[in-house]
């Protein structure tokens, strides 16, 4: 039931695409069923040049048909579709990067004019970090001096880790540390703390990105309008 309200709200998001755009490809489950209804319309005849956020999915397009392309060849991105582990309702702010992507996803985002969030209605919130934490993609070289800074700010970091046991490495060679907050009352000062730690590379808060959010629902789709 939950990939039927993903895949709806993906459709709806891939319905925005038009002809000639240069569109970021998100990752994650949900953006994933994004990439395969693209993946579908340029079967049928569209042309974009789509530039993925993660190997995953770059993987993915290439395998639909999408033609990929980075940031080397284009200097802004029309349109982003991708996912999120929590949306604040209200804001519109994001929390992203459980599936490891962040870095890449925030790169993307950052150049992106209309960055359309496609969720099912688990990942609506009224405060960020009500139910998940906040991941953060450090390097691995003395990782464990950012997690003791972390940790003189109220959170117990925790080394995400593979299958294997092993630290989960990022498509850009990182560790992630996921850190739980609880209820975040002002995420830009948050943001601001996390950005001056010395061996963090990103966080996972996306604070002012977002353009539109569709959630998948039992009756159809919501379509929430930052601007709106
Ligand atoms: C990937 O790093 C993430 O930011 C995903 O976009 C996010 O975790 C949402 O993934 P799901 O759509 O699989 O829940």
């Known amino acids: 039931m939950?990939?039927?309200?993903?895949?709806?709200?993906?459709?709806a998001a891939a319905a925005l695409v038009q002809d000639g755009m240069i569109v970021g490809l998100g990752s994650g489950s949900t953006a994933a069923f994004a990439v395969e209804a693209l993946g579908r319309r340029v079967r049928e005849g569209l042309k974009i040049a789509g530039i993925p956020t993660s190997e995953?999915?770059?993987?993915?397009?290439r395998a639909l048909g999408i033609p990929v392309s980075s940031l080397a060849e284009h200097d802004h991105i029309d349109i982003t579709i991708d996912g999120a582990d929590e949306v604040e309702e209200g804001t519109l702010n994001l929390i992203k990067g459980h599936g490891g992507a962040l870095l890449r996803e925030k790169i993307v985002a950052s150049a992106t004019r209309n960055l359309v969030i496609v969720v099912d209605?688990?990942?609506?919130?009224?405060?960020?970090?009500?139910?998940?934490?906040?991941?953060?993609?450090?390097?691995?070289?003395?990782?464990?001096m950012a997690a003791?800074?972390?940790?003189?700010l109220g959170t117990v970091p925790k080394i995400r880790l593979a299958s294997d046991d092993t630290p989960f490495i990022t498509?850009?060679?990182?560790?992630?540390l996921d850190c739980e907050f609880g209820p975040i009352e002002d995420a830009d000062k948050l943001e601001r703390q996390l950005s001056t730690l010395v061996g963090v590379v990103e966080d996972g808060l996306f604070l002012g990105m977002t353009s539109t959010v569709i959630v998948g629902g039992e009756s159809g789709v919501q379509i929430i309008d930052r601007r709106a």
């Open 2 to 11: 939950i990939d039927a309200l993903k895949a709806a709200a993906a459709d």
């Open 148 to 152: 003791a800074r972390l940790r003189r």
């Open 121 to 144: 209605p688990s990942k609506l919130v009224p405060r960020l970090g009500s139910r998940v934490a906040v991941p953060l993609e450090v390097v691995p070289f003395g990782w464990q």
């Open 171 to 176: 498509d850009g060679g990182h560790y992630i």
């Open 56 to 61: 995953t999915t770059s993987r993915q397009a």
